[in-house]
């Protein structure tokens, strides 16, 4: 006897994996995601490799990758295991474009730290300066 696999209504796909139903059937239409299963009434019904797919793209997107190029890898990945070097290969050149991105971002970050001692040190200059001295006791 087989178990049925569990699917998910578009509420609940969007609920697991954060992105809305609206993202959801965009990536559906444009191809990045294959056509969802479908009830009778034309309800899509997400399954789990379904929801594992959206993951990896929600996570190529905050990567910053293009989406012609999750596009191109989506494509190879159905072409099957003949695509396997073209999406090492895609995969590749995103992970050096995102180490220089990390390094450039290392670097503003520095930057950044910099100019707040910077401004926190003319704070201290400037509390200080306002800093009254007392009126001495006059005894009349």
Same mark, same amino acid.
């Given at each position: 006897?087989?178990?049925?696999?569990? %699917?998910? %209504?578009? @509420?609940?796909a969007a609920e697991q994996t954060g992105v *809305?139903? $609206? %993202?959801?059937? +965009? +990536?559906e239409r444009i191809? !990045? !995601? =294959?056509?969802? &299963?479908?009830?009778? *009434?034309?309800?899509?019904? +997400?399954?789990d490799g379904d929801l594992e797919a959206v993951s990896f793209l929600t996570m190529l997107r905050a990567t910053g990758m293009p989406i012609r190029s999750m596009l191109t890898f989506m494509t190879l990945t159905r072409a099957g295991d003949e695509t396997l070097g073209e999406r090492t290969a895609l995969?590749?050149?995103? &992970?050096?474009?995102? &180490?220089?991105?990390? =390094?450039? !971002?290392?670097? $503003?970050?520095?930057?950044?730290?910099? @100019?707040?001692?910077?401004?926190?040190?003319?704070?201290r200059e400037f509390a200080a300066s306002q800093q009254k001295e007392p009126e001495p006791d006059v005894v009349a």
């Amino acid at each position: 006897m087989r178990l049925m696999e569990r %699917t998910y %209504t578009i @509420k609940e796909a969007a609920e697991q994996t954060g992105v *809305s139903a $609206h %993202t959801l059937r +965009y +990536y559906e239409r444009i191809g !990045l !995601l =294959e056509p969802i &299963q479908r009830e009778a *009434s034309g309800r899509r019904r +997400y399954r789990d490799g379904d929801l594992e797919a959206v993951s990896f793209l929600t996570m190529l997107r905050a990567t910053g990758m293009p989406i012609r190029s999750m596009l191109t890898f989506m494509t190879l990945t159905r072409a099957g295991d003949e695509t396997l070097g073209e999406r090492t290969a895609l995969l590749g050149h995103h &992970q050096v474009e995102l &180490q220089a991105r990390l =390094e450039e !971002l290392d670097g $503003h970050m520095e930057r950044l730290a910099h @100019k707040i001692a910077w401004y926190r040190e003319r704070e201290r200059e400037f509390a200080a300066s306002q800093q009254k001295e007392p009126e001495p006791d006059v005894v009349a």
